[in-house]
């Protein structure tokens, strides 16, 4: 049974930092494809991070604040925020290359 469990969501200020992780079980990471999505009200689902065997990437509103990180020997996942902004209020959740969802984590900034 996969099961994805994210944590480290909270409430901050702007300007402030969080550190999301995103444990895996049931499926080892290995060099699978993992990702970070997060949906904000009365908006889409978007990705943020994907990070894979080829390398980490990032959607440009994050991009030099947030930093996606992996560990396998912990077959956990982590994304440390930056700089955080109002607009960066959301619903986190991690999915890995199975499609496999966690159940998200409510990020606020104010």
């Known amino acids: 049974h996969v099961q994805l469990v994210e944590s480290g969501g909270g409430a901050v200020q702007a300007g402030g930092s969080l550190r999301l992780s995103c444990a895996v079980s049931?499926?080892?990471?290995?060099?699978?494809?993992v990702a970070w999505f997060r949906q904000a009200p009365g908006h889409e689902r978007e990705g943020v991070a994907f990070?894979?065997?080829?390398?980490?990437f990032y959607d440009d509103s994050v991009k030099g604040r947030f930093t996606f990180s992996k560990d396998n020997t912990k077959n956990t996942v982590y994304l440390q925020m930056n700089s955080l902004k109002p607009e960066d209020t959301a619903v986190y959740y991690c999915?890995?290359?199975?499609?496999?969802w966690g159940q998200g984590t409510q990020v606020t900034v104010s």
């Open positions: 990070i894979h065997s080829g390398g980490t």
């Open positions: 049931g499926v080892t990471l290995g060099r699978n494809c």
């Open positions: 999915v890995n290359a199975y499609n496999h």
